[in-house]
């Protein structure tokens, strides 16, 4: 059971755009920055949003990031078949003794 | 360019011990604090530990905390996993990740290729 949670999977079809929610709460995205990853099937993880909305260099616009209250939402338009990996959020959590960081269960995007 | 290649993994018995590494190249490695990240198969990221820049200050997962050992060798360019009284929920993907801050953990920019722990009987 993860601190933050995402929709298992999500589905659009080419060319067309796909929303994914991470919900927390006030001891992580509440007050906290939240970044996004993408892994693309059989590689490692890579940073595609950091501090809400921003994008890392080599990251296109179709990517964007956004945050409101302890829920955030990663938006990707003119979905490409490319883009069919599993995306994670993540946000540091001061629940936990001393804190820690911790990622959402994960959102598997099939692109139709 | 920034790379970071692990090592180290493995097949082990419950209860043995491993030491992964990780080797940095393409930056100042002690101006970055380093994180371990877990995939066991076919679940989600886990993150294991992770370590200040100057190696001074250390966190961990409760799921690993007194079992699991994170440092770093600035002035041999390599961070390190020691991993003890191993589980089978310890089977997992390792991966090595850089945090772009000397020390609080705000993100992970770069991630190595990872490196596969395998416990079991």
């Known amino acids: 059971q993860s601190v933050l949670t995402q929709p298992p999977s999500v589905s659009a079809a080419p060319g067309q755009k796909v929303t994914i929610s991470c919900s927390g709460s006030?001891?992580?995205?509440?007050?906290?920055?939240v970044s996004w990853y993408q892994q693309l099937p059989g590689t490692a993880p890579k940073l595609l949003i950091y501090?809400?909305?921003k994008r890392p260099s080599g990251i296109p616009d179709r990517f964007s990031g956004s945050k409101s209250g302890t829920s955030a939402t990663l938006g990707i338009t003119g979905l490409q078949t490319g883009d069919e990996a599993d995306y994670y959020c993540?946000?540091?959590?001061?629940?936990?003794?001393?804190?820690?960081?911790?990622f959402g269960g994960g959102t598997k995007l099939t692109v139709l | 360019e920034v790379q970071l290649l692990e090592s180290g993994g493995g097949l082990v018995q419950p209860g043995e011990s491993l030491r992964l590494s990780c080797a940095p190249s393409g930056f100042t490695f002690s101006n970055y604090a380093m994180s371990w990240v877990r995939q066991a198969p076919g679940k989600g990221l886990e993150w294991v530990s992770g370590?200040?820049?100057?190696?001074?200050?250390?966190s961990y997962a409760d799921s690993v905390k007194g079992r699991f050992t994170i440092s770093r060798d600035n002035s041999k360019k390599t961070l390190s996993l020691q991993m003890n009284s191993l589980r089978a929920e310890d089977t997992a993907v390792y991966y090595c990740?850089?945090?772009?801050?000397?020390?609080?953990?705000?993100?992970?920019?770069?991630w190595g290729q990872g490196t596969l722990v395998t416990v079991s009987s």
């Open positions: 006030s001891s992580n995205i509440g007050n906290r920055y």
């Open positions: 501090d809400n909305d």
């Open positions: 990740a850089r945090i772009p801050a000397m020390t609080t953990v705000t993100r992970f920019d770069y």
């Open positions: 993540g946000t540091w959590d001061s629940s936990l003794s001393g804190g820690n960081w911790v």
């Open positions: 370590i200040s820049g100057s190696g001074g200050s250390a």
